[in-house]
């Protein structure tokens, strides 16, 4: 993978594409962002380190609902400056030790750093990654990012809202989402004269 990225990163541009070993069912694999592409929304997120502490508590969680991720057409990809052998041995640990036990999506190895650099959450003195995630639409382009810094751990129910909510207005270009919108919430037509209905309502 080559890093040739000259603009800030922000929403609204196609993620950076990357090639990178992962580990799937306690296998290692190749898996490329862009095979994703036309077929799922991706929710790609990065950590620090295995081994760590914030860290399991995230990937588990993440883990814990993946089907809520995999009924809205969307694969979850977990990314660390660590190899797929780290991965794989903090896999075959207990989460009741601190490891992080059998996932329901892939832990992609970037031991080279280069997709951290790319997604801009690379902390070069530390040679880790900051706690970026990234919601990535079916055309490939970014549209939801989040960074925390390292003691602070996501929220999945937060990047669950986000997805439906961009997912929501996708299928319904017309409206926008207020503050905290929830499905089956009232949304918004973004002119002058309709969106008075909605602070009407208010």
């Known amino acids: 993978m080559t890093n040739d990225f000259?603009?800030?990163l922000r929403v609204g541009l196609t993620a950076p594409d990357f090639t990178a070993t992962a580990?799937?069912?306690q296998e290692f694999q190749t898996i490329k962002l862009s095979s994703y592409r036309e077929k799922k929304y991706v929710v790609l997120f990065f950590y620090p380190l295995d081994f760590t502490?914030?860290?399991p508590t995230e990937i588990t969680a993440f883990s814990d609902r993946y089907y809520e991720f995999k009924a809205l057409d969307t694969e979850i990809l977990g990314v660390s400056v660590d190899s797929e052998f780290a991965h794989l041995a903090w896999i075959q640990s207990d989460r009741k030790s601190?490891?992080?036990g059998d996932?329901?999506?892939p832990l992609v190895a970037d031991i080279t750093k280069s997709i951290s650099a790319a997604y801009n959450v690379l902390i070069p003195e530390a040679g880790v990654a900051l706690r970026g995630l990234f919601?990535?639409?079916k055309a490939g382009i970014l549209q939801h990012t989040t960074i925390n810094n390292l003691d602070v751990g996501r929220?999945?129910?937060e990047t669950l809202r986000n997805l439906k909510a961009i997912q929501y207005t996708q299928a319904n270009p017309n409206e926008v989402c207020p503050v905290g919108w929830q499905p089956g919430q009232a949304t918004m037509t973004p002119t002058p004269k309709e969106s008075k209905?909605?602070?009407a309502s208010l």
Request: aromatic share 16%; charged share 15%; net charge negative.
């Open 6 to 8: 000259t603009q800030a």
């Open 23 to 25: 580990v799937i069912d």
């Open 53 to 55: 502490f914030v860290c």
């Open 98 to 100: 601190g490891g992080i």
């Open 103 to 105: 996932l329901n999506y």
């Open 135 to 137: 919601i990535i639409d």
């Open 155 to 157: 929220s999945v129910d």
């Open 197 to 199: 209905d909605f602070f």
